[in-house]
Every structure is written in structure tokens, then in C-alpha cells.
């Protein structure tokens, strides 16, 4: 523990944080043309988080997967917030990383508020964000970790410290993901994401706009009617269009041919929302109940059964993260 820390005793024995992964299903304006930067959707996920619990110790030490990580966020917290690092933090679960399901977010969020609850600072998950530095262009996994369901952020404007969730909604409970995973690969990050954004051409100032009038008037009405074709086919359509933008840079819609051959099996199968999340590799789609997309699993397992490829089925998640202490 370094030297100045406050004496801020702990309020519980045990704080407990379950963090969702996420989707993160396209941009809205890549170059800011129209005043705002960026915008986001994206949506929670029930079957895959980070789940960790936090105690009181002799020393700081962190185990379980990406322990590294979460060993750095715990460092950074306490020297910002002046708090004790005589801690043990236990990983249970964690996201896995750089395959575009929000694992540094989620990790950094779910630290800092495990250690805002152990100490009872009362930080916002906003506050927690700043101070972890997220949010840097997309918001959405900062309001997947506070509110759940479905999110769009409002981009980044001159003053925007973290984006500001403009929409939150629940998901049908039956709607079903079907998320291909690519085992050989990561996305792009880190120095490489910011090369990449910086290689880039200036993003379509109409592309943006046809853009914003599909999710606002198309997408976001169907979801509430709970029409999935409809929203389906907007998610589609912005997947393309924001896929086309990056293809120069991860060498097509899809960083994966093997995914992007599994996606095209899958829409030729009917499923709708048809994607890459983040950088990838993992792709994306969604149907309308949990047995249509066994079938399409089983189906996937028998074609691609030679592949480098793994499938899963996921429902949305409409709740918060949890953050449980005793």
C-alpha cells in the first residue's frame, strides 16, 4: 500500500460483481460530419460476463482468468480514489479478450465498482468510467453495465466526457443470438485500433444520416412492436455499411472469412441481424426462439465441423450489472 492512502475502512466482507458482455452492433457516424462523433448500439448478453469477488487481505493479489488485467485496474483505482489495495480479488469469470464482447470495459467497470461498494465511495458508474478512462468512442458498454437491454449512445460532442445513453430497451426474453467465435484470432486493439481508425477515410456525411433515420424510425420502432425481421434488417443494413468502411483495414465485412462463411450459412438460413461485433472475429445474428437456433447450431456444427470455429447461443440480458455484497 502506497504511502498517503486515506484510512477508508471497509463496509462489507465480500462484494460480488457479475458485468455482462456485450454486442456491440455498429457505429452511426464514424467521422462526426453531422456534430457528434460516433454513436453506438449494442446490447447485454445473459451467458458470458466477468464475475468477480472482492475481500479484505494482507496484501493485494488477484487470481483467476485475466488476472493481469484486473490486477492493473485494482492498482489504478486505488491510487485514484486514495483507497486501501490490501485486497483479494477472486476472478471467477471473465469475458474473453479482444474477440468484441466489451472484456476491458466490463472488467475496468466491474473492479471499480466492486471496490466503490466494498469502501462505500458512492461513485456513479459514470464516475467509475472516467476514471478507468472508457468510453473513449463507444458508450454503450458502460450503459449495458448500468441499465442492461438494448442501448444507444449519442456519440461524443465537444464536452462529452463519457457518451450519454439516449435509448434504453428491453429485448423480447425469446430472441436468441447465435455468436460464432473464431479460435485462432483476436480483433484489432489497442495501438492497432487507433492506427486503424486513423487509416481510415472519412465516413459518408449521407451514409450517417440514412443511418440515423434506420435506427431512429425502422430499428428502434420494431424492436418496441417486437417485430425482428424489421430490426433485424437494420442491423443488417448498418452492420454493412460500417463493415464496408472497415473492410480496408480487417480485410473485409468480416476480420474472419470462416465467420463471415458461417454468417452467410445463417442468413441463408433465415437468420436476421446479421453481424461482426466490435473488430471480431466474432460474428453475429439473431432469430426468433431458442429452438430455431438449436437447429441452426446443430446445422453449423455439421458444416463448419472441420473449422476453426466454435458456436453459441445467447439470450439478451435487460437487467443492470449485479453488484452483491455481504
Known sequence: MSDGIQVVKARYQTVTVIAPARL???FIDLSGGLGRHFGSIGLALNEINTRLNITAADS????GPSAERALKCTRQFCQLLGVSDLLSITIENAIPEHIGLGSGT???????AGLNAFYGLGLSVREIAQLS???ARSGIGI????????????GRGPETKTPPIITQMAVPEDWRFILVFDQRGQGLHGEQEISAFQQLPPFPQAQAERLCYLLLMQGLPALAEHDLLKFGEVITSLQQAVGDHFAPVQGGMFTSPDVAGAMATLAAQ????VGQ????????????????????????EQQFAASPL????????NDTADILVS
Request: hydrophobic share 50%; charged share 10%.
Open 133 to 135: 478512462d472508457r468510453g
Open 24 to 26: 456491440h452492433m455498429g
Open 60 to 63: 493485494l493479489h488477484v487470481t
Open 277 to 300: 461485433t466490435s473488430w471480431g472475429p466474432t460474428g453475429f445474428c439473431a432469430v426468433a426462439s431458442h429452438e430455431r437456433a438449436l437447429a441452426l447450431q446443430g446445422l453449423l
Open 106 to 112: 466490463q472488467m475496468a467497470l466491474a473492479v471499480g
Open 270 to 273: 433465415g437468420a436476421v441481424a
Open 143 to 154: 450503459g449495458i453495465f448500468e441499465k442492461g437491454g438494448l442501448v444507444v449512445d449519442g
Open 310 to 317: 466454435s458456436f453459441l447461443i445467447a439470450s439478451a440480458r
